[in-house]
């Protein structure tokens, strides 16, 4: 979701009971942040590209704590002052409008940063429609930011639908929930991606940073919505284990994953690419350090991406360990314009085409620990 959106983003609800019991864990091979429960599940994982976006939710009545507002007013207040950062919080409507805008004000002199607003009644299930009204007259009432939610189901199905609902609302902002699960593209100005193509990507993220399989296959059915009758969807919703949601769903696994499950198994630390472009031609060059030794392709790719991969490729190769694939085409097929600038294209060899597949079956280097940089000057 944070290659379509900027966020924030607002995490599923734990219970504080849960993480009260949870270990503060710096993962160093995944190069994350693990909250670690006394039977060492992992109960929440964040990394540092996550670090400004992510609101933590925390809770463990739901919506129950409706029928209490002293208890909501207690709770709010106490967080408010025993913590600098900014504190929301987040309501469904109650049964009467009165009752409603008389609570989100008790709320409001909490000290609150700022209120979510789900236009449902407590009872109420996304099928029930959403009080579009409810949540604009709290907006005109109140002084802090309200966020509208639960317009999903009825009103939210591509980017520019995310607008129309807050205006509907007066909301200050809007928080997607379902429709970001069956699709997190959903938040792309210029529409959403095929759904197979975010699912697979879905899955490289979930195979990066060891996802539980069962959160894995949670999201994946969330996106399958009916076509969970489907073939693959059946082999999907019976997996009960990583390796089974795989033959559902094949990830596609690219060099530099190959590569960074490898460090992990041998418990190195995680591959470091170091990337340049060469001014001449606009191309891109990349030297990946393993274990304190660099390895790096003679050739030059068109963009940083596949110029990672390339470097990923030759650290396999020189391994000896399997390589995964590129999902693009190869960058080789353009040889000419990858060669050293000042090579002599007089000579035959210099004009025969790189076949497709032929990375780095060309000439690589590998440097040893402490040896200058070779992309030094570019």
Not at 61 to 87: F, H, Q, W, Y
Not at 149 to 154: K, Q, V
């Amino acid at each position: 979701m944070l290659e379509s959106n900027p966020g924030p983003y607002v995490y599923k609800e734990l219970i504080d009971l849960k993480m009260l019991q949870c270990k503060r864990v710096v993962n160093e091979v995944l190069n994350t942040v693990d909250f670690v429960a006394p039977d060492d599940r992992v109960v929440f994982r964040t990394c540092e590209r996550e670090q400004s976006k992510v609101v933590f939710q925390m809770g463990g009545m739901g919506a129950a704590l409706l029928s209490d507002p002293d208890k909501i007013e207690k709770i709010l207040s106490t967080l408010v002052k025993g913590t600098c950062r900014p504190v929301t919080c987040k309501i469904r409507i109650l049964p009467s409008l009165e009752d409603t805008l008389s609570l989100v004000k008790r709320i409001e002199r909490t000290g609150i940063a700022a209120i979510a607003v789900h236009g449902r009644k407590r009872e109420e299930r996304p099928q029930h429609p959403v009080r579009c009204e409810v949540i604009k007259a709290i907006a005109g009432t109140l002084s802090i930011p309200v966020i509208a939610n639960g317009g999903s189901h009825d009103h939210i199905q591509k980017h520019l639908d995310i607008e129309d609902f807050r205006r509907a609302t007066a909301a200050s902002s809007v928080m997607v929930a379902r429709s970001a699960m069956w699709n997190p593209s959903i938040f792309l100005k210029d529409g959403p991606r095929p759904l197979e193509e975010v699912m697979q990507k879905y899955i490289r993220y979930a195979v990066q940073y060891d996802n539980h399989y069962t959160n894995t296959k949670y999201c994946l059915c969330q996106m399958l919505r009916e076509q969970l009758e489907s073939p693959q969807g059946r082999l999907l919703h019976a997996a009960q284990s990583s390796q089974e949601i795989w033959r559902a769903y094949p990830p596609q696994i690219t060099p530099k994953m190959c590569l960074l499950e490898w460090c992990r198994r041998e418990k190195l630390a995680q591959p470091l690419y170091e990337t340049v472009q060469r001014p001449l031609d606009r191309l891109f060059c990349s030297v990946v350090t393993v274990a304190d030794k660099k390895y790096q392709s003679t050739l030059w790719d068109k963009s940083k991406k596949l110029a990672e991969q390339t470097a990923a490729i030759v650290c396999l190769r020189s391994l000896g360990l399997p390589e995964g694939r590129l999902g693009e085409e190869s960058p080789s097929l353009n040889k000419r314009k990858r060669e050293d600038p000042d090579q002599d294209l007089s000579d035959p060899r210099a004009q025969e085409p790189a076949l497709p597949g032929d990375l780095c079956k060309k000439s690589f280097v590998a440097f040893g620990n402490g040896e200058d940089n070779p992309l030094e000057g570019w």
